[in-house]
T-cell receptor
Framework: TQLLEQSPQFLSIQEGENLTVYCNSS?????LQWYRQEPGEGPVLLVT?????EVKKLKRLTFQFGDARKDSSLHITAAQPGDTGLYLC?????????FGAGTTVTVRA | SQTIHQWPATLVQPVGSPLSLECTVE??????LYWYRQAAGRGLQLLFY??????ISSEVPQNLSASRPQDRQFILSSKKLLLSDSGFYLC????????????FGPGTRLTVL
């Protein structure tokens, strides 16, 4: 089972600031998903990246897949309190997903 | 559109009591189905997955079992709960033969006292 490492574990910023969270593996990803989970709810899929070097944008969120397909990052521009949540990356294979431990992001108003 | 339901939303049970959590999916056929457990503020641990009726794969040896009596129904059970079974339980589905994206239910918060 591929081990995904996410960093930082916790991140607290002021509204309007930018932030970046990271997801890394020692092995090559076939594909990678990012999810956001709010307290007491199930995770919600944000994006899937497949191709090395791929960049996807979702409003103020920018997702990047490393050229070697062993790392990914999520960048949020001008963070808002609604961006608060647990951000999880996951890698798929053999019908299953392996999840990282997540980054807890808190955006203070 | 597809929807996924879980119930109950919260559950408080004594140690040694049985457990049954239910998950149903609407708007799709032949989904892959999954049960996860999540510790507070942390990642998801895959417990069971199923690629078809009656087909269950267990990821972690434990006090729990899963069944899939119908195509879009997935049940998580225990005969005798332990304190360590407390947690947030999530059901998810994905398209059979599709990508690996999974879609999650709202979860069940289980507290074993």
């Amino acid at each position: 089972t591929q081990l995904l490492e996410q960093s930082p574990q916790f991140l607290s910023i002021q509204e309007g600031e930018n932030l970046t969270v990271y997801c890394n593996s020692s092995s090559v990803f076939s594909s990678l998903q990012w999810y956001r989970q709010e307290p007491g709810e199930g995770p919600v899929l944000l994006v899937t990246v497949v191709t090395g070097g791929e960049v996807k944008k979702l409003k103020r969120l920018t997702f990047q897949f490393g050229d070697a397909r062993k790392d990914s990052s999520l960048h949020i521009t001008a963070a808002q309190p609604g961006d608060t949540g647990l951000y999880l990356c996951a890698q798929g294979g053999d019908y299953k997903l392996s999840f990282g431990a997540g980054t807890t992001v808190t955006v203070r108003a | 559109s597809q929807t996924i339901h879980q119930w109950p939303a919260t559950l408080v049970q004594p140690v040694g009591s049985p457990l049954s959590l239910e998950c149903t999916v609407e708007g799709t056929s032949n989904p892959n189905l999954y049960w996860y457990r999540q510790a507070a503020g942390r990642g998801l641990q895959l417990l069971f997955y199923s690629v078809g009726i009656g087909q269950i794969s267990s990821e972690v040896p434990q006090n729990l079992s899963a069944s899939r009596p119908q195509d879009r129904q997935f049940i998580l059970s225990s005969k005798k709960l332990l304190l360590s079974d407390s947690g947030f339980y999530l059901c998810a589905w994905s398209v059979r033969g599709g990508g690996y994206e999974q879609f999650f239910g709202p979860g069940t918060r289980l507290t074993v006292l």
